[in-house]
């Protein structure tokens, strides 16, 4: 073992004595080192730039301490944490000058150093003023940036009196109340300038507006030279009414022309709505009969169901060669009248050509538009039955649908034809086959996007693979029997069931509703526009009838009337009631003791003439003519 000298004990010197060993030099460092951190920002590192104090007793530069609470709003001295606000500081006062004893220097204030600065930082025993710290004067380091900024606005607040700051914050919230006062002018000045420019935009369409008018003037004045013989004539007075009476809708089919397309053209088209809705005044009637059972031959011997019960006619619907018109309703029969022997009105009593007996009550009926003696019928017990009109035979019976079938449709010069039911299905047949030929919608479609169907409708062009149908659920969807997995469009405008739909041309469609409205739709190839809504009759609980004729379209109403519209116009344009003292009017109905008020239930214009076939819950049938 190695025995340690005397001079190795001397320089041998353990780590921990070293450590814990301080020299008398050595301690004035450490007084001179924990005197310069009290008078150091513990963020910065620096000396203080207007200095705050926090209500734990830690102090910072009011900028470094505010940055800090940007991020978070707690005391950043670690294991502290205090929640802070920057209300919640305070300015203090840091002396700066050492104790008795002490050898650190104490830099010369502005005042002794004659040169400008703040007073107030002086008197504190600031180190110098901001300034010096953005010079780099008396030995501080300079600065730049953002400190510069905050280091003024620490002397400003930090020199500035109680009072001085009191007046300074009345001068703030005045300036903020004056830019708050201009920002509420400057909105109110662009809503003004808004309105205005959308008034003179307004002017300057009238203007326009007028400009055209007086040009047509012009040229229909010089056109018709003897005004005042025409104004005296009482036809014309009643027909110059009847645009006074509708002068709104007018003027919008004014406008209408007048921006169209063609314009050299748009006073030629205006004229033939003018002259074409003012041609007729009312309809008058031609024949009535009852759709009533075999062997009632007179009024006297009606039966029971005549007038105790509804005998309600459901469909009327002309051939092909519209020389024959059927009938047929609750009766459970289908009846066959000549038009020829109906237009006889020397005829007092007009009887069926045909009629043949139904197992159910038929909910509607339509004509082949290519074989003339087929008729196809479909009934409450979900059956569709295609008839040999000639023989009063059934060719052929169709029984896929569960449940209650509202309307069937042919499509124009085809075997095909569709029926709609209360099983939420558009069932497509072929006259030629057994089965269905498709199904809408499909199968596989969520049992959510079906609703009842009340009404069907081919398209009237001849080629056509589109077929419209009306829903419970006041929709109305149109289908490409092509693409059947989703509709072309679907409408939703009306408020209740879709009872009927009807084409006026392939791009102009017309729907009835329970809602008392019929609507009228623009259909293009990639856009629908709601047109006009028609209102006058009532319709909220029954099927009333619809049908479309050269531009007039005519609907049923709960108040036993047939109301005609024209289509540029919102309004009727005239109307017919049942009402009248013939047998089984509604005089007659109310004093048998009949359980409902009677409703007109279907109607069908002649497609040539200006014939209307109407029909009411109570089995009359009137053929009217419009005149």
Not at 343 to 359: C, G, L, N, W, Y
Not at 556 to 584: A, L
Request: glycine share 6%; aromatic share 8%; charged share 25%.
């Amino acid at each position: 073992m190695v025995r340690m000298g005397r001079s190795d004990r001397m320089t041998a010197t353990p780590a921990s004595s070293r450590k814990r060993g301080r020299s008398p030099a050595g301690s004035e460092d450490d007084d001179n080192s924990r005197a310069s951190k009290e008078l150091t920002c513990p963020i910065c590192r620096d000396r203080f730039t207007a200095p705050h104090e926090t209500p734990c007793n830690h102090r910072f530069c009011f900028k470094c301490i505010e940055r800090s609470l940007e991020r978070a709003p707690v005391c950043p001295v670690r294991n502290c944490g205090t929640y802070l606000t920057l209300e919640s500081l305070k300015p203090v006062t840091i002396d700066d000058r050492p104790e008795k004893g002490s050898n650190s220097r104490i830099p010369d204030s502005p005042q002794s150093s004659g040169r400008m600065g703040s007073p107030k930082a002086s008197a504190l025993g600031w180190p110098g003023s901001s300034i010096d710290a953005v010079h780099g004067r008396d030995g501080i380091a300079p600065v730049s940036g953002d400190r510069v900024r905050g280091l003024l606005q620490g002397d400003f607040i930090q020199n500035m009196t109680k009072e001085e700051l009191m007046q300074l914050r009345h001068g703030l919230g005045e300036v903020i109340k004056n830019n708050a006062l201009k920002a509420d002018n400057e909105l109110v000045l662009r809503s003004l300038e808004k309105f205005r420019d959308a008034r003179i935009e307004e002017l300057n369409k009238l203007q326009r507006e007028v400009d055209i008018l007086k040009k047509d003037v012009s040229i229909l004045s010089s056109r018709t030279p003897s005004r005042k013989e025409v104004a005296e004539d009482d036809a014309f007075v009643r027909k110059l009414d009847k645009i006074r009476n509708n002068v709104g809708d007018f003027e919008h089919l004014w406008i209408n022309e007048a921006y169209g397309p063609n314009r050299q053209k748009a006073l030629d088209r205006f004229s033939v709505h003018v002259n074409h809705f003012t041609k007729y005044n009312r309809l008058e009637l031609i024949a009535s009969w009852r759709h009533r059972r075999r062997n009632d031959t007179d009024h006297s011997s009606l039966s029971g169901d005549t007038y105790t019960q509804a005998n309600i006619v459901s469909s009327i619907e002309l051939d092909k060669e519209c020389r024959r018109v059927a009938t047929a309703g609750v009766l459970r029969q289908i009846k066959i009248f000549e038009v020829d022997n109906l237009r006889d009105r020397s005829v007092k009593m007009h009887f069926p050509i045909q009629e043949f007996a139904t197992k159910a009550k038929l909910s509607s009926l339509s004509w082949n538009k290519h074989i003339s003696n087929h008729l196809i019928s479909a009934d409450y017990n979900g059956v569709v039955s295609l008839w040999d009109a000639d023989q009063g035979e059934i060719v052929r019976e169709y029984e896929e649908h569960t449940n209650k079938i509202w309307s069937v449709d042919y499509a124009k010069a085809s075997n095909i034809f569709a029926s709609g039911s209360n099983d939420t299905k558009v069932i497509i047949w072929d006259s030629l086959q057994e089965a269905s030929v498709q199904t809408i919608p499909s199968e596989d479609s969520p049992e959510q996007n079906r609703a009842q169907v009340c009404c069907v409708r081919f398209s009237p062009e001849s080629n056509s693979q589109k077929i419209v149908f009306g829903c419970a659920d006041s929709s109305v969807h149109c289908y490409d029997l092509r693409y059947p997995r989703a509709p072309l469009f679907s409408l939703r405008k009306h408020d209740n069931a879709v009872s009927y739909v009807s084409f006026i041309s392939s791009r102009q469609l017309v729907t009835a509703s329970t809602d008392s409205t019929l609507k009228l739709w623009q259909i293009e190839d990639n856009s629908q526009e709601l047109v006009r809504t028609f209102t006058g009759h009532k319709n909220q609980t029954n099927f009333v009838g619809l049908s479309v004729h050269d531009q007039f379209i005519s609907c049923g109403s709960e108040d036993n009337k047939v109301f005609n519209y024209y289509t540029g116009i919102s309004k009727p344009c005239f109307s017919y009631s049942f009402g009248g003292s013939e047998p089984g009017s509604d005089e007659d109905m109310e004093a048998s003791g009949a359980p409902h008020k009677p409703f007109v239930s279907a109607v069908s214009w002649h497609p040539t003439e200006n014939l209307l076939f109407a029909a009411n819950s109570q089995g009359s049938v009137r053929m009217v003519k419009m005149v």
